[in-house]
Structure formats: structure tokens, C-alpha cells
Nanobody, 115 residues
Framework: QVPLVESGGGLVQPGGSMTLSCAAS????????MGWARQVPGRERELAAS???????YYSDSVQGRFTISKDAAKNTVSLQMTNLKPSDTAIYYC?????????WGQGIQVTVSS
């Protein structure tokens, strides 16, 4: 198990921006997906964005055009830049790294969008 350390999060006003970061403390190999999923109470966890080892991105319809995911493979880190945040983006955000033989989750970080 490789711990994932998440940072960022907190309270932001509607229309504001925030960046989440996640770092793996160990090696994850050369074939992987890095992503951010989010969950609100009473609902299933949903994938918001991901990026794979080839640099191919995925965004859910609800964040497309507002969120940007990026990675630093050398540092085993992934970041999620969130802009034009909406109250509906309020959730616990979880970092996820997975690939052949592994599936790691962060502990989650709260993002609250409210005036």
C-alpha cells in the first residue's frame, strides 16, 4: 500500500477557484491512472477527472470546461485545478491512483462552495 497525501480544499465562494494536489509517497510504476473522485452524503462516489500515464484526460460532464487535471510523473503527483466553482461542486474529493495490481485512495478532502 502506498499512502496518498492530499492537500488543498476548504471553503470557497461561488465562482472562485481552488487547486487540489495529491502525492504518492512511493513508486506507482509506469502504467497508471491518476484521478479525483467526489462524493456527497447519500450519493455514490463519482469520478470527476482522471489522467493516465499516456497523458489522456477524462472529465465528467459536470466539470468539463471548468476543471483541469495535470500530473507530474517524476514526483508521482496529480493536481486538479478547479475554476468557476459552483455550490453543486461541494463534496469530499478523493484522490485515486490505480493500475495493474494496485488501487490506492486518499482519505478525502472537503471542498465547500458557499457564499
Amino acid at each position: 500500500q502506498v499512502p496518498l497525501v492530499e492537500s488543498g480544499g476548504g471553503l470557497v465562494q461561488p465562482g472562485g477557484s481552488m487547486t487540489l494536489s495529491c502525492a504518492a509517497s512511493g513508486s506507482i510504476g509506469d502504467t497508471y491512472f491518476m484521478g479525483w473522485a467526489r462524493q456527497v452524503p447519500g450519493r455514490e462516489r463519482e469520478l470527476a477527472a482522471s489522467i493516465n500515464s499516456a497523458g489522456v484526460n477524462y472529465y465528467s460532464d459536470s466539470v468539463q470546461g471548468r476543471f483541469t487535471i495535470s500530473k507530474d510523473a517524476a514526483k508521482n503527483t496529480v493536481s486538479l485545478q478547479m475554476t468557476n466553482l459552483k455550490p453543486s461542486d461541494t463534496a469530499i474529493y478523493y484522490c485515486n491512483f490505480h493500475g495493474p495490481g494496485f488501487n490506492y485512495w486518499g482519505q478525502g478532502i472537503q471542498v465547500t462552495v458557499s457564499s
